[in-house]
């Protein structure tokens, strides 16, 4: 089964409706073995793709991932970017803001670490958080030290849209393209997955009673994914729903947007020029000596 990326994608204004969107399609994959060849032809296309990216130095690659807790995120990005040149990759976890991040705008931290040119940046969470979990939990929103007067929340989450799609459309215009992933996962297969957690000594650490307090705030949290996908996916940055209840499928998924998308920039290896081509040809009359 070809992956076609188009079927992810949200397109620039439409209004999503998480209902409407699948947590489970048809694999990709025959077997478990098809799926590592299929994932080893991505990664391999990945690795060159990213060479090219790095030596031709124009443009700037930032991954975005979102979900909900057990969506399979972090394995996303483990498996996927496993044959990246660490070299021209870096992950960034946003967890809650420090006491000086907290001094800023909600943007300011993220962007500092928005990846160079001829680099790819994974931001694994990221300023959509403060449109997802800040909305959902408004104390957070009052602890922000934000002015009395800019705390109207008829208005807030519009205007936080508006700033965050400003702000892509800026780093498109300046070479950076953003990859935005929401891996959609059931309710049922979190519980699943919680439990696995809970049974599996080893997976103890990835879980705690706070999991269990945002797992109640399902129907809020999925009120603000459909209001922030459906605000924020444009034509430069289109939001891709990706089907997380197949870890397997939702990793060929991701991997095959990440590739088309690469595609699609113009890039070329540096053309070396008459004068550097007779550098190098004396060069290597001295290495041949």
């Not at 124009?58 to 996927?80: C, E, N, P, T, W």
């Not at 807030?156 to 990859?179: A, C, M, P």
């Amino acid at each position: 089964m070809k992956i076609n990326s188009k079927h992810f994608r949200v397109r620039a204004g439409e209004t999503v409706k998480l209902k409407q969107w699948p947590t489970r399609v048809k694999p990709c994959y025959k077997s478990k073995e098809h799926y590592q060849e299929i994932l080893a032809e991505h990664i391999k296309e990945l690795r060159e793709r990213q060479s090219l990216l790095y030596a031709s130095n124009r443009y700037s690659v930032l991954l975005i991932f979102q979900a909900m807790d057990a969506a399979g995120k972090d394995g996303a990005i483990k498996h996927v970017m496993s044959g990246v040149n660490p070299q021209g990759c870096e992950v960034f976890s946003f967890k809650q803001p420090s006491a000086e991040e907290l001094k800023h705008d909600f943007l300011w931290r993220t962007t500092c670490r928005l990846p160079e040119r001829g680099r790819i940046g994974i931001f694994n969470r990221s300023y959509y958080e403060e449109v997802l979990i800040v909305r959902v939990h408004p104390k957070i929103l009052r602890s922000q030290g934000l002015p009395d007067e800019l705390l109207d929340e008829k208005t807030i989450w519009r205007e936080r849209y508006r700033s965050i799609v400003d702000l892509e459309k800026h780093l498109h215009r300046n070479g950076t393209q953003i990859i935005k992933f929401f891996l959609h996962l059931s309710k049922a297969e979190q519980r699943k997955r919680f439990l696995m957690r809970i049974d599996a000594p080893a997976k103890n650490w990835k879980f705690s009673l706070a999991d269990i307090e945002e797992r109640r705030q399902w129907k809020h949290y999925q009120k603000a994914y459909e209001a922030c996908l459906s605000a924020t996916s444009t034509v430069t940055a289109p939001w891709h729903i990706v089907p997380a209840d197949d870890k397997e499928n939702a990793r060929l998924i991701i991997s095959q947007i990440v590739l088309d998308t690469l595609k699609q920039l113009r890039m070329n290896y540096p053309e070396a020029d008459r004068a550097r081509r007779k550098e190098l040809r004396s060069i290597r009359k001295l290495l041949v000596k």
